[in-house]
């Protein structure tokens, strides 16, 4: 038995990295579509929501309104950046979650490959090299857990960084709201 793949082995994995690398070029790409989507409705509404603002200026007769027209523009405008900041942050994580899966699944099919090859040749191994094999699968199984916990904890940072921006993006909104309201 030869330690060489099979021609057909190296083609199907060439073809399945090509496929890899589409769906993830693919990804990527709604991805850039969504958030240039995103930026042009946001800037289309930032224009007609200035256009909107000036011609209420404008329109403006005393301080008294005016302070009150400023106490009612401010608030819409933070709950839009909040809006466009949390629409960014999911197109983000979502890319981010694609990328993951993507990799969370070359990496089950890698240690497919390596558990296969490790099975193959501890069959073709002279006797007394199975201490050398059990080693090999030792620091794949060892190499497999610390891949495991990296991603749990990357998993939980992402989840704290979740739940952080949230509850500071809810505060923002809410202590706009309130000071708008106290000046009107």
């Given at each position: 038995m030869?330690?060489?793949t099979?021609?057909?082995?190296?083609?199907?994995?060439?073809?399945?990295?090509i496929?890899?690398?589409?769906?993830?070029?693919t990804?990527?790409?709604?991805?850039?579509?969504?958030?240039?989507?995103?930026?042009?409705?946001?800037?289309?509404?930032?224009?007609?929501?200035?256009?909107?603002?000036?011609?209420?200026?404008?329109?403006?007769?005393?301080?008294?309104?005016?302070?009150?027209?400023?106490?009612s523009?401010?608030?819409?405008?933070?709950?839009?950046?909040?809006?466009?900041?949390?629409?960014?942050?999911?197109?983000?994580?979502?890319?981010?979650?694609?990328?993951?899966?993507?990799?969370?699944?070359?990496?089950?099919?890698?240690?497919?490959?390596?558990?296969?090859?490790?099975?193959?040749?501890?069959?073709?191994?002279?006797?007394?090299?199975?201490?050398?094999?059990?080693?090999?699968?030792?620091a794949?199984a060892?190499?497999?857990?610390?891949?495991?916990?990296m991603?749990?904890?990357?998993?939980?940072?992402?989840?704290?960084?979740?739940?952080?921006?949230?509850?500071?993006?809810?505060?923002?909104?809410?202590a706009?709201?309130?000071?708008?309201?106290?000046?009107?």
């Amino acid at each position: 038995m030869t330690n060489f793949t099979a021609p057909e082995q190296f083609v199907a994995s060439n073809q399945a990295s090509i496929e890899t690398l589409q769906t993830l070029a693919t990804s990527a790409f709604a991805n850039i579509e969504r958030l240039t989507a995103l930026n042009l409705n946001t800037a289309r509404s930032v224009m007609e929501d200035s256009v909107a603002s000036t011609r209420a200026l404008l329109a403006v007769k005393d301080v008294k309104e005016l302070a009150a027209l400023q106490a009612s523009l401010a608030q819409p405008v933070v709950e839009k950046a909040v809006a466009y900041a949390r629409n960014v942050y999911e197109i983000t994580s979502q890319s981010q979650e694609d990328a993951s899966k993507l990799l969370d699944g070359q990496i089950a099919e890698i240690n497919k490959n390596v558990a296969t090859t490790l099975d193959k040749a501890a069959k073709s191994a002279p006797a007394g090299s199975d201490v050398a094999v059990t080693a090999m699968r030792s620091a794949v199984a060892a190499a497999n857990s610390a891949y495991d916990s990296m991603t749990k904890a990357a998993r939980q940072v992402t989840d704290l960084a979740e739940a952080n921006v949230s509850a500071a993006t809810d505060a923002t909104v809410k202590a706009v709201s309130t000071a708008s309201r106290k000046v009107a």
